[in-house]
C-alpha cells in the first residue's frame, strides 16, 4: 500500500469501489476529486475506495516511492487508500478476466461479489 493500511479481505456489509489506473492514462487526475468526494460523502454508509496504481518498476520500494510522489504532486488531499502494483498480478486477477482496459473500475456489493465478477 502507498497510502493507508494493507486490506486482507474485503468485509462484508461494506460496499467496495476498487479503481485501476496508472499514472500515464488518460483521465487519470480528473477522477481523483470525484473519488474523494464519494468516499467523504459515502464513508459512514459502508463505502471503501481503493485505488490499483500500475508503475512497472524493479522493486515494490521503488514502485511505492513514484507512486507516492505523483500522488502528493496530483493528489494531495486524497482519503482512500491506494496499492501499487509493479508485477501486473493483480491486472492478471481482475482486468484479464473481464478484457478491461486501463482505467476501469469495479464495484463490489455488501456481499463482495462485482457484476462482473466470474469468481
Not at 9 to 38: A, S, W
Not at 86 to 110: K, N
Request: glycine share 8%; net charge positive.
Amino acid at each position: 500500500m502507498v497510502r493507508g493500511g494493507p486490506l486482507d479481505t474485503f468485509q462484508p456489509g461494506k460496499v467496495y469501489i476498487l479503481v485501476f489506473l496508472t499514472t500515464t492514462c488518460e483521465g487519470r487526475v480528473e477522477i481523483m476529486p470525484d473519488l474523494i468526494q464519494l468516499q467523504e460523502k459515502y464513508r459512514e454508509s459502508g463505502l471503501e475506495v481503493i485505488g490499483v496504481v500500475y508503475k512497472s518498476s524493479a522493486s515494490a520500494a521503488e514502485g511505492r516511492v513514484y507512486v507516492n510522489a505523483w500522488l502528493n504532486q496530483h493528489c494531495a488531499k486524497l482519503n482512500f487508500r491506494v496499492a501499487v502494483d509493479f508485477t501486473w498480478q493483480i491486472l492478471g486477477l481482475w482486468m484479464h478476466p473481464t478484457h478491461c482496459a486501463v482505467p476501469t473500475s469495479f464495484i463490489l456489493d455488501r456481499g463482495g461479489k462485482s457484476p462482473l465478477s466470474t469468481r
